[in-house]
Protein backbone atom coordinates (compact mmCIF):
# COMPACT_ATOMS: atom_id res chain seq x y z
CA UNK A 1 0.00 0.00 0.00
CA UNK A 2 2.61 2.24 -1.52
CA UNK A 3 1.37 6.39 -1.94
CA UNK A 4 3.40 7.84 -4.31
CA UNK A 5 3.55 12.09 -5.25
CA UNK A 6 4.71 12.72 -9.09
CA UNK A 7 4.48 16.28 -10.73
CA UNK A 8 3.70 16.45 -14.52
CA UNK A 9 3.86 19.54 -16.64
CA UNK A 10 1.06 18.55 -18.74
CA UNK A 11 -0.09 21.76 -20.63
CA UNK A 12 1.60 24.83 -22.43
CA UNK A 13 0.13 27.12 -24.21
CA UNK A 14 1.43 30.20 -26.17
CA UNK A 15 -0.67 33.17 -25.15
CA UNK A 16 -0.17 36.75 -27.10
CA UNK A 17 2.94 37.98 -24.64
CA UNK A 18 3.41 35.02 -22.19
CA UNK A 19 3.38 31.47 -22.08
CA UNK A 20 1.06 29.74 -19.75
CA UNK A 21 2.00 26.96 -17.84
CA UNK A 22 -0.28 24.13 -16.06
CA UNK A 23 1.44 21.79 -13.39
CA UNK A 24 -0.56 18.70 -12.13
CA UNK A 25 0.36 17.06 -8.92
CA UNK A 26 -0.98 13.27 -8.96
CA UNK A 27 -1.03 10.86 -6.03
CA UNK A 28 -1.32 7.44 -6.61
CA UNK A 29 -1.94 4.31 -3.85
CA UNK A 30 -0.69 1.13 -5.77
CA UNK A 31 -0.21 2.83 -8.78
CA UNK A 32 -3.79 3.66 -9.46
CA UNK A 33 -4.55 7.44 -9.66
CA UNK A 34 -6.67 8.82 -6.47
CA UNK A 35 -6.29 12.57 -7.14
CA UNK A 36 -5.08 15.12 -9.58
CA UNK A 37 -4.52 18.86 -8.65
CA UNK A 38 -3.60 21.89 -10.89
CA UNK A 39 -1.55 24.82 -10.56
CA UNK A 40 -1.93 27.17 -13.49
CA UNK A 41 0.91 30.07 -13.78
CA UNK A 42 2.57 32.32 -16.23
CA UNK A 43 5.53 33.05 -17.67
CA UNK A 44 6.85 36.68 -19.74
CA UNK A 45 10.21 37.33 -21.30
CA UNK A 46 11.25 39.14 -18.26
CA UNK A 47 10.89 35.73 -16.15
CA UNK A 48 13.37 33.96 -15.32
CA UNK A 49 13.03 30.26 -16.41
CA UNK A 50 16.25 28.32 -15.24
CA UNK A 51 14.40 26.62 -12.91
CA UNK A 52 11.52 25.54 -15.23
CA UNK A 53 11.42 21.93 -16.86
CA UNK A 54 13.81 21.51 -20.02
CA UNK A 55 10.22 21.25 -21.93
CA UNK A 56 9.37 24.52 -20.92
CA UNK A 57 12.54 26.22 -21.28
CA UNK A 58 12.48 24.89 -24.98
CA UNK A 59 8.94 26.39 -25.52
CA UNK A 60 9.85 29.67 -24.07
CA UNK A 61 13.10 29.80 -26.45
CA UNK A 62 11.19 28.49 -29.30
CA UNK A 63 8.27 31.46 -29.15
CA UNK A 64 10.21 34.50 -27.70
CA UNK A 65 12.31 35.23 -30.71
CA UNK A 66 14.28 38.43 -31.24
CA UNK A 67 11.45 39.69 -33.74
CA UNK A 68 9.08 38.60 -30.24
CA UNK A 69 11.31 40.12 -27.51
CA UNK A 70 11.24 43.90 -29.65
CA UNK A 71 7.45 43.52 -30.05
CA UNK A 72 7.84 42.99 -26.51
CA UNK A 73 10.19 45.71 -25.48
CA UNK A 74 8.07 48.15 -27.51
CA UNK A 75 5.03 46.89 -25.52
CA UNK A 76 6.28 47.63 -22.33
CA UNK A 77 7.81 51.05 -23.63
CA UNK A 78 4.23 52.06 -24.55
CA UNK A 79 2.39 50.97 -21.23
CA UNK A 80 4.82 51.95 -18.99
CA UNK A 81 3.80 55.15 -16.82
CA UNK A 82 5.81 57.59 -14.90
CA UNK A 83 4.81 59.73 -11.83
CA UNK A 84 6.15 63.12 -11.21
Keep these: ???TESIEYDKIEV???AIQVR???VIQKDGKELTRSFHRYTLTPDSD???EPAKVQ???NAVWTDA???AWNELKK???TTTE
Design 1 to 3: MAL
Design 15 to 17: LEY
Design 23 to 25: KAT
Design 49 to 51: ISN
Design 58 to 60: AVC
Design 68 to 70: FMT
Design 78 to 80: STT
